[in-house]
Structures are given as C-alpha cells and as structure tokens.
C-alpha cells in the first residue's frame, strides 16, 4: 500500500457554515507531512475526518485504503498514532496506567520503547492526570502515540504545552521515525517547527489548500536576511531585494534586505560592493514568509 493518506474533493459543513472547502491531498507511505495554517483555517476538522471521528458533508477520506469513518477504521487504527494539544486523557488515571492502557491495547510487547520514549520526554507517571502541568500531559499524549510503533502517526499541534527543550526532544523523535520509514501527518501554527522535518508543507486558509510544496521550495522561497555593512554611502541593494533599510552607523552604510533571488547574483553584488566592512546572511524567519503567502491569498480571493 504506497498511499496512506487519501482526500479528494472534501467538504465539511456545520450547518450554514463551510468549514472545509472542497480540499484535496495524498501522503504517500513514509512521508512526514507538515499541516501548517492559523486558528480557524480547518487543520483540526481535516484531522477528525481524517481519523473518523466526524464524517465530509461530500467528497471522500481514506486512510490505508479504506473509507475513514469509525466503523471501517476500527482495525485500522491499532496502526496509528494520534497525539492533539490539550489532547483528552483519562483525568482519574495516573499516566503510568495511561500508558499501560495503551500498552495493553496493542498486545502490551512495547515494553522496551516504552522505557525508552519514558527516558527520553520524563514524564510525571505516578500523579493522576488530573493533577498534572499541561506540559507533562502532552508529554504522556506524544509517548502514547509513538510507543506502539504505529504505520502512521497523525499529531495535531502536538508541542503545545511543551518547553523548548521538550520540543526539540519531539522533533529529533521525528527525525528518526523519517529514517525508519514510518507517516507522519503533523498540524502546526508555526511553519518553522515542520520546516526542517518534514519532506512536504500542506499550508491552509479558511478551510482551503493554498500551497502544498516541497521543505527545500519553501526553504528557497522564503530567503534569506543580508546585512551589509560598507564605508562608501550611496551603495544600493540587489535587484531582487525586499524590505530594504539603509542607515548610517557610526560614518558606515548598513543596509538590511530579504534576497529571494539567484544565490549567485547576492554573490556577484557583494563583490562589487565598495569598501565592504563586514556582511552577515542568515535564514529568512519562516513565519514571515507564511505570513505573506496568507497576504497573497486574500488579495486573489
């Protein structure tokens, strides 16, 4: 089976309202896919149609081949992972009869990556959920999701809650499921956080697909920042050149730039800048980048 993750033409209304515009998309297996939009842009009703907890109004879901809804998804789901921010966990239960729950679920023979995932987020396990931070119950959430090595994990915001160090014990986590093949579909606010573990970013607006494109295009895209620092005064920047400010410093030029063209024409006009100080290029702030692709939208809608 190459394709997991199947939509075609889906549409999901709440009554007058349309919350998923006619949207298409396809994960092939061991692809990690990025699902980046704001609140309210439709992530979270994709996801639940996509694991059969709500039906399309029209159009049609396939996870593994077979129709997404509860009934046909019964055997299915013993193959998937799912994790959400503030995700519903058993208040009375500790998280270590959480887990063992879920252990048990699944035929219980996870013990050793169980230990491991335990190792690696450290969990609070002998409190009751109910008492526990919002950070260490997305911990329990993300661990229940990967420790019965499922085909395919679906995570909707999955860091929220999570300290910066959480976080990147979550995406190193992701890094090694990409090498060992597994799908993961992955819903985020922040295109910095899917950028550099996912092979492809589906962006969504108002309950519809804007862009579905490639890490590296995106990467590419989206520039990078050019500070430029000269003794001579009238330099001017690069052709391709956005958001430029050019200011004196202490009798030195400082010009500041997003470049979003050719790397080797920034090359050729730093050769040619007179007097040249000092030059710093750094990656351009992914979010900008998103933020301007929603701009872009609403000016076409």
């Not at 799908?183 to 108002?206: P, Q």
């Not at 895209?221 to 690069?238: D, E, I, L």
Request: net charge positive; with cysteine.
């Amino acid at each position: 089976m190459n394709m997991i993750i199947e939509a075609s033409r889906v549409v999901k209304k709440f009554g007058d309202f349309t919350a998923i515009r006619e949207i298409s998309l396809a994960v092939k297996k061991g692809e990690i896919v990025g699902f980046v939009g704001a609140n309210g842009a439709g992530k979270t009703t994709t996801i639940s149609m996509l694991l059969g907890f709500i039906s399309p109004s029209s159009g049609e879901v396939k996870l593994f081949g077979k129709a997404a809804h509860a009934s046909s998804l019964h055997k299915s789901h013993k193959k998937i992972g799912y994790a959400a921010g503030d995700m519903e966990l058993p208040p009375r239960l500790t998280g270590r009869q959480y887990l063992s729950f879920v252990l048990s679920q699944n035929g219980g023979s996870h013990e050793g990556r169980h230990k491991e995932l335990v190792k690696r987020f450290q969990p609070v396990l002998d409190r009751k959920i109910k008492q526990l931070s919002r950070g260490n119950k997305q911990k329990i959430a993300l661990i229940a999701a990967f420790v019965t090595e499922p085909e395919l994990v679906i995570l909707d915001e999955p860091t929220s809650g999570l300290d910066p160090v959480m976080q990147e014990v979550f995406l190193d986590l992701v890094r090694e499921e990409r090498e060992k093949g597994t799908t993961v579909f992955m819903s985020s606010h922040y295109l910095n956080e899917v950028a550099d573990v996912c092979s492809r970013v589906i962006l969504m607006r108002s309950g519809k697909i804007i862009e579905d494109v490639s890490s590296k295009e995106l990467l590419t895209r989206s520039g990078k920042n050019v500070r430029v620092v000269t003794g001579y005064k009238t330099t001017r920047p690069p052709k391709d050149a956005e958001d430029t400010a050019i200011e004196t410093v202490n009798a030195q030029t400082v010009i500041t730039f997003i470049f979003k063209g050719d790397p080797g024409d920034l090359q050729r006009w730093l050769a040619g800048v007179k007097q040249l100080r000092d030059v710093e290029v750094t990656e351009y702030n992914l979010e900008g980048a998103f933020k301007s692709m929603y701009v872009d939208e609403e000016k076409t809608v």
